[in-house]
């Protein structure tokens, strides 16, 4: 079965730079879509395939997909950004990474 | 805009049905551009696909391998809804259970409320 590895935790600077890694076997060659989950809220989709924003998502919010990793990155990083981050793939089924805490000093 | 509402009972005893129901409006559970998903979120956190049903001029349903044998997603296009069915629980079944559209994006863009239901006797 595929896999999806997340780091359990991330932390940065408020007003630096985050960077999410999502590792999976030739992740490349999948479209990646990632989750932000604020504490008692539903899950929102802040990347899909790969790079893409959907409407509303600050343009902070970036990803990029190559080789065996896929990366959520998030600039000037603000307290609201605190939330867990999921990547999530299709691969015969829906595969989730394990989640990412991110935590901003 | 696409809104999903959820509803069911939050207690289930071991061995019985966990059923769920997932309201859609603002679109259609018929529309042939969507997926219709259930998921769920471990107490642990970790989130789990359990199936999803969708019409592509007929209607279709795939359910994730740890589930299948136990779970049915039916659409009901009389009032706009799909509904998830959980056989013979156990309290590993004990989640928070989400409905879920995946559109055009190929991401699942629009989430219900959250459902949070304990398998306890």
């Known amino acids: 079965s595929y896999e999806l590895t997340q780091p359990l935790s991330v932390s940065v600077a408020l007003g630096q730079t985050a960077r999410i890694t999502c590792e999976g076997n030739?992740?490349?060659?999948?479209?990646v879509h990632w989750y932000q989950q604020r504490p008692g809220q539903a899950p929102v989709l802040v990347i899909y395939r790969d790079t893409n924003r959907p409407s509303g998502i600050p343009e902070r919010f970036s990803g990029s997909n190559s080789g065996n990793t896929a990366t959520l990155t998030i600039s000037r990083a603000q307290a609201g950004d605190e939330a867990d981050y999921f990547c999530q793939v299709w691969h015969s089924s829906t595969i989730f990474g394990g989640g990412t805490k991110l935590t901003v000093l | 805009q696409v809104q999903l509402q959820q509803s069911g009972p939050r207690l289930v005893r071991p061995s019985e049905t966990l059923s769920l129901t997932c309201a859609i409006s603002?679109?259609?559970?018929?529309?042939?551009?969507?997926?219709w998903n259930w998921i769920r979120q471990s107490p642990s956190g970790g989130l789990e696909w359990l199936g999803r049903?969708?019409?592509?001029?007929?209607?279709?349903?795939d359910y994730a391998e740890s589930v299948r044998s136990r779970t049915t997603i039916n659409p009901d296009t009389s009032k706009n809804q799909f509904s998830l069915q959980l056989n013979s629980v156990t309290p590993d079944d004990t989640a928070l259970y989400y409905c879920?559209?995946?559109?055009?994006?190929?991401?699942?863009?629009?989430w219900g409320q959250g459902t949070m239901v304990t398998v306890s006797s």
């Open positions: 603002g679109d259609s559970v018929s529309i042939n551009s969507a997926t």
């Open positions: 030739n992740i490349g060659d999948k479209n």
């Open positions: 049903t969708y019409y592509r001029s007929k209607w279709y349903n």
């Open positions: 879920a559209k995946k559109g055009w994006s190929d991401g699942f863009d629009i």
